[in-house]
């Protein structure tokens, strides 16, 4: 009688264990597969101007040039469409940097929501790239911006609980 009941854990556990493979097989098909940033075509044709010469005298070796990132989406039932456009990929390093250069009608408040904003579709769009260089053209400056894991359980110094 007790092989029996060794026979029927084993089969409940190895029940259990396809289960949770099949699910976790079904999950990993159906989730979408993110831009490599490696398979990105660049642009060729890259055009002289004061940005290239700031982030060539800061050690960035540009690659591409303006590109244009299509996009569309679907809402109630009708297609809307919408582009982003990247001045520049630059690369340090090994590792590779989409470029926005500043607009004199834009000017950037340099706060966590205005950040948000204005750059996360762009690191969102190529998760494989190191971060976004923001090229001050007034001040002469290149701001490096990453999105970083967050681990904290405060948002503005009060607990969500």
Same mark, same amino acid.
């Given at each position: 009688?007790?092989?029996?009941?060794?026979?029927?854990?084993?089969?409940?556990?190895?029940?259990?264990?396809?289960?949770?493979?099949?699910?976790?097989?079904?999950?990993?098909?159906?989730?979408?597969?993110?831009?490599?940033?490696?398979?990105?075509?660049?642009?060729?044709?890259?055009?002289?101007?004061?940005?290239?010469?700031?982030?060539?005298?800061?050690?960035?070796?540009?690659?591409?040039?303006?590109?244009?990132?299509? *996009?569309?989406?679907?809402? =109630?039932? &009708?297609?809307?469409?919408?582009?982003?456009? !990247? /001045? #520049?990929?630059?690369?340090?390093? +090994?590792?590779?940097?989409?470029?926005?250069?500043?607009?004199?009608?834009?000017?950037?408040?340099?706060?966590?929501?205005?950040?948000?904003?204005?750059?996360?579709?762009?690191?969102?769009?190529?998760?494989?790239?190191?971060?976004? *260089?923001?090229?001050?053209? =007034?001040? &002469?400056?290149?701001?490096?911006?990453?999105? !970083? /894991? #967050?681990?904290?359980?405060?948002? +503005?110094?009060?607990?969500?609980?």
């Amino acid at each position: 009688m007790e092989g029996q009941y060794d026979t029927i854990v084993i089969g409940v556990f190895a029940v259990c264990l396809i289960v949770w493979l099949f699910l976790g097989l079904r999950s990993w098909l159906n989730r979408p597969i993110p831009v490599s940033f490696a398979e990105l075509r660049l642009n060729e044709n890259i055009q002289d101007s004061p940005a290239l010469t700031l982030l060539e005298a800061n050690g960035y070796d540009v690659i591409g040039g303006k590109m244009k990132v299509p *996009l569309a989406f679907e809402a =109630d039932n &009708s297609v809307l469409y919408s582009r982003l456009f !990247i /001045d #520049y990929v630059a690369e340090r390093q +090994d590792a590779r940097y989409l470029v926005k250069t500043s607009r004199r009608r834009q000017p950037l408040e340099r706060s966590g929501p205005a950040i948000r904003d204005r750059f996360l579709p762009y690191l969102l769009l190529y998760p494989g790239c190191e971060g976004l *260089l923001y090229v001050d053209l =007034d001040d &002469s400056d290149i701001m490096v911006i990453r999105l !970083i /894991d #967050y681990q904290e359980d405060v948002y +503005d110094g009060e607990d969500l609980d």
